[in-house]
């Protein structure tokens, strides 16, 4: 988290006040359970240390001034001013800010005027969900009363903003986990249900690491919804024969009435995968660190062969983690194509594991990782 000390003094020269408030929104990482929130599985993600600040102070005339530190760049618009949502290739910040600010309005709220100024420590668009912490953010900055005690409609709607008004199709996960977030704790989230339970994140002589790839994630929206669609279309055929309610509890025996390729390991990945979110849990709270591990290491090959999801970066990074002693599994987390992984490593291996899996890495790729010890914390929150 950036220290707010800094961000007030900057807000103070930029818009000259002094009483402020300020919020914080963490990113994410996904333990495992990959892209089988929009087919009705259970994930596990937690809320992380990294994310986006804000300092905030209230206007009574409704004009929204925010200003973007990592672009060096305002917006100002009224809360009164029609958005316009069209369709293009690149998603600008502020479409996620007017997005969210939209669903509200739909919802009735009340919108206020702000300025607002935001800093961030979230490698933004690396596939720890910086779209969903600015979503969640603005949700919570505008309607904090409601959404402070009301935190699954909080998700429910940063959702809203990002399918119906940003484009994409996105599941529950990343906005559940941002305004759900616990501190030490995962969250195994039941998707078909939004049923959930906080699981103590206890790796004991193990450190949970983030790697960012930075390989930029251009295919991810497209591919994304390709994904969905298949799963559509494989789940609309499972579901003449077998009687389950989403393609994640489809029995395994099912499979083999998919003629198609592609449909088959796209099914196949959302049924395992469902499994092993369940049989990552039971590791984890039976403190058999090393079964979670490999589970994690699992999910990851499924990912790469029949979701084909990773690509050749994210699984530079999972070869050569998993290849080094004293890491027990590593995977990519999010949507993929790019962005990070995470690797469970022992604790007094750290320093050489990065050494050795960024060296290896650069040799492979010429791009230079980054590495982030993950800390698990509260979901968003004023400060
Ligand atoms: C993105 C989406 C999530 C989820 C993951 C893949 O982060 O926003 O809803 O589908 O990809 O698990």
């Known amino acids: 988290m950036i220290q707010t000390s800094k961000l007030k003094q900057e807000f103070i020269h930029r818009y000259g006040e002094l009483e402020v408030e300020a919020y914080f929104s963490p990113g994410r990482v996904n333990l495992i359970g990959e892209h089988i929130d ?22 009574e005339d409704g004009i929204v001034r925010i200003y ?55 490698p933004l668009g690396s596939g720890l969900s910086s779209s969903a912490a600015l979503e969640c953010l603005i949700a919570f900055i505008f309607n904090e009363d409601f959404y402070s005690q009301n935190r699954t409609p909080l998700a429910l709607d940063a959702q809203t903003a990002e399918r119906k008004y940003v ?57 994304y919804n390709e994904r969905r669609s298949e799963c559509d279309a494989a789940f609309e055929i499972l579901s003449k024969f077998d009687i389950a309610e989403d393609l994640c509890h489809v029995h395994e025996i099912s499979l083999g009435y998919l003629e198609d390729d592609t449909l088959y390991q796209r099914a196949k990945h959302s049924i395992l995968e469902n499994k092993r979110v ?24 499924s990912l790469d062969a029949d979701y084909e999801v990773s690509g050749h970066e994210l699984n530079m990074i999972v070869h050569y983690s998993t ?54 914390e509260d979901g968003v929150r004023k400060l």
Not at 278 to 301: D, M, W
């Open 38 to 59: 929009y087919n009705g599985g259970f994930v596990l993600p937690a809320a992380i240390s990294l994310g986006i600040s804000a300092v905030v102070k209230r206007r």
């Open 68 to 122: 973007a530190r990592e672009f060096s760049e305002e917006i100002s618009f009224s809360v009164n001013d029609f958005f316009l949502f069209q369709q293009k290739s690149t998603t600008h910040w502020s479409d996620y800010v007017k997005a969210t600010l939209q669903v509200l309005k739909d919802n009735g709220v009340q919108l206020h005027g702000a300025d607002i100024l935001i800093g961030s420590d979230l």
């Open 167 to 223: 484009g994409v199709n996105c599941g529950i996960m990343d906005q559940f986990a941002i305004a759900n977030g616990k501190k030490d704790h995962a969250i195994l989230l039941n998707c078909a249900t939004l049923d959930y339970e906080y699981i103590p994140a206890d790796f004991k002589d193990y450190q949970l690491l983030i790697i960012n790839s930075n390989k930029s994630r251009s295919l991810a929206e497209s591919k």
């Open 278 to 301: 369940i049989y990552a849990v039971e590791a984890l709270k039976n403190g058999s660190i090393e079964a979670f591990g490999q589970l994690l290491t699992e999910s990851h090959i």
């Open 323 to 376: 290849h080094f002693d004293g890491c027990i599994g590593a995977r990519m987390t999010g949507a993929g194509f790019g962005g990070c992984c995470i690797a469970l490593v022992e604790k007094d291996k750290t320093e050489r594991f990065i050494t050795y899996v960024s060296k290896k890495y650069s040799e492979k790729t010429s791009l230079k990782a980054d590495f982030y010890v993950a800390e698990i």
